[in-house]
């Protein structure tokens, strides 16, 4: 029977539609009421990634992500991947180096529906032997598929070489060694230490009522899985040069060069994302301009700014020919230099902020992403940014704030530098 102890207590926001509530058994449940839609997204967030796994089981968040889906103790998986797709609804699921999510969207009037079928596939997963051997053939060509993409795998050298011992180097994905050693032990002895009532969340947006989610939750999260597992902070690696070229079999050179940044709660962040924005976001930024429109080196040019909880990087991509490698990396290295030593025009720094503005608020009129943003609010922070507090921090950031923060990360010489070359043909 559902019960709600002393002790649960519900929250909002003035002025939002924003309410949270912790049930008895720890977990949280955070709703965005959204009354002019006919649909409401889902998700399950658990506060756990490939960011809690050693070496010797890196990749078993992602693979247990997959398991998740192949059957419960009441569904099998067939019964499940036609739960919500026969009422018009579709559901999938996600893993980072922090968190993983089991997510759906649907018609309002089968909310239900989606939290039954998600709570049960994160409380009651059997992970069938059967499937499990199929689902390692799955996830091999996945990695495979990933080993094809040039762009994906200078981003993974990038990130192997740049955090060194961190965890945040290891591939999300894991490696082919492993997948085919996880046993079904292996998987219940991982939900088991972090598949607990303190590291899940239920998120929702869209039209439905808060105390309905509320109930629905005590209905169907009744696990009472207590969570013995300290999170474990890891230290970052020093800072230091590194250069390294890997030769593959394309056509095209891929480079990706940059530096350890700072972490999701900093007060660097809206000045680094304003930064960001100048430098290599959008096809008006200094990068795109300069490498791809007046010297032709690149289709594709950008700068990346990624922050998690402990630490975060920052990085520029480029695609370009193998004889013009070099000339790509002198063009970004001075595109940086400039940006440290000559303050933004007040023009240019407008535009950045009506940029991450714009894309930011833009991306709410999705359901989906609104309750994405309202599981990774809880997750980093805690509590609810409201969309105003968000705006005012960008609108705060001076061109003299974004000089700083690039004075603080451009060290050239210690960035991290991995090149794909074409292999040389005989």
Not at 83 to 108: I, W
Not at 400 to 409: E, F, G
Request: some cysteine; overall charge positive.
């Amino acid at each position: 029977m559902a019960y709600r102890a002393k002790s649960s207590h519900t929250q909002s926001v003035a002025n939002t539609s924003y309410k949270k509530t912790t049930l008895a058994n720890g977990i949280r449940v955070i709703s965005e009421e959204i009354p002019t839609v006919k649909s409401a997204s889902i998700g399950i967030w658990i506060n756990t990634g490939s960011r809690n796994e050693s070496p010797e089981i890196n990749g078993i968040t992602h693979f247990i992500e997959h398991m998740m889906f192949k059957g419960t103790k009441k569904r099998n998986f067939i019964q499940i991947a036609q739960s919500l797709e026969s009422v018009g609804g579709y559901m999938n699921a996600f893993t980072t180096k922090e968190h993983t999510c089991y997510y759906a969207r649907v018609l309002d009037e089968y909310v239900e529906n989606a939290i039954d079928v998600l709570s049960d596939m994160v409380q009651n997963s059997t992970y069938p032997v059967k499937e499990m051997e199929k689902e390692k053939t799955v996830v091999l060509e996945e990695i495979k598929r990933s080993e094809d993409d040039p762009d994906d795998v200078v981003n993974e050298y990038f990130e192997k070489h740049l955090f060194g011992d961190h965890p945040f180097a290891r591939p999300i994905i894991g490696t082919a060694e492993n997948i085919t050693k996880f046993s079904q032990d292996d998987l219940f002895a991982y939900t088991k230490r972090f598949y607990t009532n303190e590291n899940i969340i239920l998120t929702a947006a869209g039209n439905l009522k808060h105390e309905q989610l509320v109930r629905l939750a005590e209905k169907y999260l009744t696990m009472k899985r207590k969570s013995f597992e300290k999170r474990t902070t890891f230290a970052s690696s020093k800072q230091k040069h590194f250069s390294k070229e890997y030769s593959k079999p394309i056509q095209q050179a891929h480079l990706c060069t940059g530096t350890l940044a700072f972490d999701v709660h900093s007060k660097l962040r809206y000045p680094g994302l304003v930064m960001n924005s100048v430098l290599g976001d959008g096809m008006s930024s200094r990068l795109f301009q300069q490498i791809r429109e007046k010297h032709g080196l690149a289709y594709s040019v950008y700068s990346f700014l990624s922050m998690t909880s402990e630490i975060g990087a920052f990085g520029i991509y480029v695609g370009t020919d193998k004889k013009m490698v070099n000339n790509a990396l002198d063009l970004s290295y001075k595109e940086l230099e400039k940006i440290k030593s000559t303050p933004l025009k007040k023009s240019e720094l407008q535009r950045a902020k009506a940029q991450l503005k714009g894309s930011m608020l833009m991306s709410l009129e999705s359901t989906s992403n609104r309750m994405m943003r309202l599981g990774s609010g809880e997750l980093y922070f805690g509590e609810y940014k409201t969309l105003d507090s968000i705006v005012k921090n960008i609108d705060a950031v001076t061109a003299d704030d974004v000089q700083k923060v690039a004075n603080q990360l451009f060290n050239i010489q210690n960035f991290t530098t991995v090149v794909l070359s074409p292999e040389v043909k005989n």
